[in-house]
């Protein structure tokens, strides 16, 4: 690995360059690139998290001269960490500053991320520091002073090798901080590393713990549940599931999910197997060619990932058999209602809706609810949707995950002929085609509001509803070509009605 690639890039980030001038104030302190920009350097990937050590200087010698450079904010007298950020600098993240510390469970500790007793010491060597971190591959510093990478846990071989592993003891660490299990899983995803042997038995011997409660507030905060579980989702879709099912933090944060297995479907339609496999399988299509050359989506969204997972969760609550229910078949009536409400539920109750709009990793419950709700779709004959109906569905802000998951579903589905059911998708691709070009001429907007048909003598009522949709049948199928000839046609509808 590159060492000199964390030279270049302090060099290069002109935010960072309040390090070389601290040096020439302070010579006889030491500055230590620290913790995941130093991993995510060596591993070649983007990081805009920098953490900082300085030792040998007192805090308030620290804060006076970052006060002076740049916005300052300490975070604990205790911790000893500044955020800073530079003047004429506008980053993304903050830049992290501590003195070196010491981190020792607290008397009552019950594995909270808050269940510390932190002692900070401008003279405690960086090595000490270093100890009281999760995973080896994140207890590595780099001196900027002499270019030297401090790794006293070897952390370097563990990068080479792709391996997660714990400092120190495993159970240790994990009883300090119950979410670091999490955080485990989600580098696994994130680095596609493999979990070291002794990290993943403590893992599993502690996961019953992640739901604790002490007094009336929950050790592991469902905060960090949420950002954790979606950033692993998002990083490798199928390997998250696997480790958080394996681990046994399905069963304890997602119940619902495990009821999909052993859920039988009709062979028929399904003979690759219960519910549970095939939304593997579903989960599995995002890595095909198919799914990028059919769908256009390069990086499915955390939504879209969560939908698919979620999409037949509703099936085992609804099933009915010949033998219990007397039906000609195994069926799910109303599982796609079902599936909705409970993915609502999940999203709600491990507050998985923390991440911004713009972010790949939003995830708005009713948004996928409504992916849920209408990824049957394509079981209709699509040519019988009128032009309005399928311009929501299809030309709508989710249009395109929708695709998404409709083809996701659709190749997890293999019929006792060997075959797969994309008839129905390509029709909604064909017609997309149809009708994109009204779309792209006159937009999104329609021809005709309401307040046309005010202007025509009408109050307004429920029927305005189906006067627009008519009108927009129209617009969309190419009956009509602009304004005049909309207003023409809404005045003869209201006529006839």
């Keep these: 690995m590159n060492t000199h690639a964390i030279q270049i890039e302090l060099k290069e980030r002109s935010e960072l360059g309040w390090a070389s001038e601290f040096m020439l104030d302070f010579p006889n302190a030491q500055i230590f690139l620290v913790g995941g920009a130093v991993r995510d350097i060596l591993l070649e990937r983007q ?36 955020k800073f950020t530079p003047s004429g600098h506008e980053t993304d993240e903050l830049i992290d500053i501590a003195l070196p510390r010491t981190e020792q469970s607290s008397e009552n500790s019950q594995g909270g991320a808050r269940d510390f007793d932190v002692q900070s010491d401008p003279s405690l060597p960086i090595e000490a520091d270093l100890s009281r971190r999760d995973f080896t591959i994140n207890a590595m510093a780099y001196n900027i002073a002499t270019r030297e990478i401090i790794d006293p846990y070897k952390g370097m071989d563990d990068l080479k090798n792709g391996i997660i592993r714990a400092v120190g003891n495993a159970e240790d660490r994990f009883r300090e901080d119950l979410s ?43 905060e960090s549940i949420g950002k954790e579980f979606v950033k692993a989702l998002a990083s490798d879709p199928l390997r998250c599931v696997g480790l958080f099912d394996k681990s046994g933090a399905m069963a304890e944060l997602m119940p619902e999910l495990l009821d999909m297995k052993g859920c039988k479907q009709p062979p028929q339609f399904h003979t690759e197997g219960d519910v549970w496999t095939h939304t593997m399988l579903a989960l599995k299509s995002f890595e095909t060619e198919g799914f990028t050359n059919e769908t256009k989506i390069k990086q499915p969204s955390a939504r879209l990932i969560l939908a698919t997972l979620l999409h037949d969760v509703g099936k085992p609550g609804t099933m009915q058999t010949p033998e219990q229910h007397g039906t000609d078949r195994i069926r799910f009536s109303g599982h796609t209602e079902e599936g ?31 992916l849920i709700e209408n990824h049957l779709i394509t079981m209709n004959d699509i040519y019988s949707l009128r032009p309005s109906t399928f311009e929501r569905l299809f030309f709508g802000p989710l249009g395109e995950e929708l695709i998404g998951l409709l083809y996701a579903d659709i190749d997890a589905t293999i019929w006792d002929d060997g075959s797969k059911p994309f008839g129905g998708l390509l029709d909604v691709l ?42 927009r049948d129209a617009q969309l199928s190419g009956q009509i070509k602009n304004r005049e000839e909309a207003l023409d046609m809404l005045a003869k509808i209201v006529r006839e009605k």
């Design 340 to 370: 909705a409400r409970i993915a609502r539920e999940i999203i709600n109750r491990l507050r998985l809706n923390q991440f911004s709009a713009k972010s790949n990793l939003h995830i708005d419950a009713d948004d996928v609810a409504w």
């Design 430 to 471: 064909k017609r997309k085609k149809e009708i994109l070009p009204a779309i792209e001429e006159k937009g999104i907007e329609s021809l005709v509001r309401g307040e046309d048909i005010i202007a025509l003598g009408l109050k307004p009522g429920p029927e305005f509803k189906d006067y627009l949709l008519a009108v």
């Design 47 to 82: 990081t805009k998290d920098f953490d900082f050590v300085v030792r040998g200087i007192e805090a308030k010698k620290i804060e006076s001269w970052l006060s002076e450079r740049g916005d300052v904010a300490l975070v604990g007298r205790v911790f000893g960490v500044y």
């Design 180 to 222: 670091r299990m999490l955080r485990a899983m989600r580098f696994a995803c994130q680095l596609n590393f493999e979990i070291d042997n002794a990290t993943w038995l403590a893992i599993k011997k502690l996961m019953p713990r992640i739901n604790s409660v002490r007094a009336i507030e929950r050790v592991v905060p469902l």
